[in-house]
């Protein structure tokens, strides 16, 4: 028996809210780590384009956070409406738009990891490695 409109709006709402419950702590764990980080010790070391970038992935992370956040809003706040096409285009756009700030705030947060390993943290080792010999 093939399933009806209202049943496939329910199964792709709750496969929606589902996907945002494995994505949302990955985003809050990253979110957690960009707040602590300016006030870690190696933070003042880094250079202007490092925090320029590392500013976007704090940016990036926190709009990744309100999009994706924002479907079970809607739905908490519409659910007697008996509008669920409308709400399952709107949380459909707003869980692609945190997912891509997601990826801009991992790519920015690599960025920013890589280059302050490579230029601080090999010049450190290779001093250390010289000192050894």
Known sequence: MPESEEQRRNRELIE???????????VQVLFAFLLAVPFANGFP?????????????FIATA???????APSSYHRLRW???DKERML????????????????????????????????GLPLRTAYLDRRR
Do not use: M, Q
Not at 16 to 26: D, F, S, T, Y
Not at 45 to 57: Q, S, T
Not at 63 to 69: E, K, N, Q
Not at 94 to 103: C, D, E, K, Q, S
């Open 16 to 26: 929606l809210l589902n996907e945002l419950r494995v994505a949302l702590p990955g």
């Open 89 to 120: 285009v709107a949380s459909n756009v707003l869980t692609i738009a945190g997912l891509v700030l997601l990826a801009v705030a991992i790519t920015a947060v690599v960025f920013v990891i890589t280059d302050f390993v490579l230029w601080y």
């Open 45 to 57: 070391k880094l250079g202007r384009l490092d925090r320029d970038i590392f500013f976007v992935a």
């Open 80 to 82: 007697r409406a008996h």
């Open 63 to 69: 709009l990744s956070t309100v999009c994706l956040i």
